[in-house]
């Protein structure tokens, strides 16, 4: 079990240090302004939307980075889903741009945040729980 556990979050390390390094360069990744308008608003404003997303990115690549050292597990995942939770703030925030309207269903955008569930959920199942967190560091 212990292998499958860390194929499952060696990958979600992977998908996090790829859409996160992907924001570091303009225009090339696709949630970059989705991203940058979401993270505007959840701090008031206050930021330039060209610190907004260089935040997002390092922030990204820092959690898939923890999640690579088996030291910061128990770090990593709860950064994770809380990031992940902050994911479907655009629901909320920007309606119609997560959802099609005129066919009454999810846009592209509102799936692509949707489908972070189950990254959610395996991030709560490879959770190391005391007993798994010993055997691991032994």
């Known amino acids: 079990m212990q292998n499958k556990e860390r194929f ?3 990958s979600i390390a992977l998908i996090f240090l790829i859409f996160g390094g992907l924001k570091f360069f303009p225009q ?12 505007m608003k959840l701090t008031g404003n206050m930021l330039p ?4 997303i260089t935040a997002l990115a ?3 690549v820092s959690i898939g980075l923890l999640l690579l050292s088996r030291k910061y597990i128990r770090v990593a995942i709860p ?12 629901f909320i925030f920007f309606p119609s741009e997560v959802f099609n ?3 009454n269903s999810l846009s592209l955008l509102g799936q692509y ?3 972070n569930i189950i990254i959610i959920c395996s991030l709560y199942l490879i959770y190391p729980s005391k007993q798994k967190y010993t055997t691991v560091l032994s």
């Open 49 to 52: 939307k060209s610190i907004c």
């Open 8 to 10: 499952l979050r060696y």
């Open 101 to 103: 309207l005129s066919a």
């Open 28 to 39: 090339l990744s696709p949630a970059e302004i989705i991203g940058s308008e979401t993270v």
């Open 113 to 115: 945040i949707l489908k």
């Open 58 to 60: 390092l922030f990204e």
């Open 79 to 90: 950064l994770a889903i809380a990031h992940l939770v902050l994911t479907f703030t655009p």
